[in-house]
């Protein structure tokens, strides 16, 4: 498939990778640009790929309050120096963070995070709601591996879909922040509350509410 330069800048903009491999990797992915990124991280080239084993220990820790006090968060979000911990384009990387995660409400950050006893538990809903349907027996553990994706993008923050642009997820904006930044940054920890969580009350839709007070 033939790559455009447009193609190759967006991509090399998104991974600092240089322009040749980029080139080389969109081809490889027929023009895809999210599975060119990962063909450019496997092969350890992405500038972001580069930086993730450096030592973070710098950065901030970021609040957000929804309007009317409803919903806050808290996140830690590290880089590598002070300087980098107070520039704008940082601060305002943690803001977009803590806005996410009180419109999206994850419950890990990623993947790795969750407890072997619950993945086992969504597996085991997820086989028997195959089993409903009628699904063959021998194709159902290869249904369930499938459908567990869906799991991680619901409840993992690196995998969801980013509030302000579904088009990427979470971990592909903070590869993209890596690379313009220049530094490692990892996203460790946050912890949200909502207003009258787990007593009994009218349910409301908090993504749509916190993304109709936030200006894109």
């Known amino acids: 498939m033939a790559v455009t330069a447009a ?12 322009m040749l491999d980029c080139k080389k990797a969109l081809e490889e992915a027929n ?33 957000y309050i929804h309007a009317g006090g409803k919903v806050g968060v808290l996140v ?14 940082f601060r305002t990387f943690c803001r977009d963070i803590a806005m ?7 419950t890990y950050v990623r993947r790795e995070e969750v407890p072997t006893e619950a993945l086992e ?24 591996e499938g ?36 530094e490692n940054i990892s996203i460790r920890r946050f912890v949200r509350f909502g207003l009258g969580e787990g007593l009994e009350k009218k349910q409301e839709n908090f993504a749509e509410e916190v993304m109709s007070q936030v200006k894109l």
Not at 7 to 18: I, N, P, S, Y
Not at 34 to 47: I, N, P, V
Not at 100 to 106: G, K, S, V
């Open 31 to 63: 023009g895809d640009i999210t599975k060119a990124g990962e063909l450019l991280r496997e092969k350890g080239l992405s500038a972001a790929a580069n930086k993730a084993g450096r030592i973070a220990t710098e950065g901030a820790v970021e609040s």
């Open 100 to 106: 996410h995660i009180a419109a999206a409400n994850p």
């Open 76 to 89: 830690e979000i590290n880089c590598e120096t002070d300087f980098v911990g107070k520039t704008e384009q």
């Open 121 to 144: 538990k969504e597996k085991e809903i997820l086989r028997n709601q195959a089993l409903n349907e009628g699904k063959p027996e021998k194709i159902i553990d290869k249904m369930v």
């Open 7 to 18: 193609q190759v800048k967006e991509l090399r903009e998104k991974t600092g990778a240089g």
């Open 147 to 182: 459908r567990i994706g869906k799991y991680y993008e619901e409840f993992c923050l690196m995998e969801q879909q980013f509030v302000k642009d579904p088009d990427k997820t979470i971990d592909q904006l903070l590869n993209e922040k890596i690379s313009a930044i220049g």
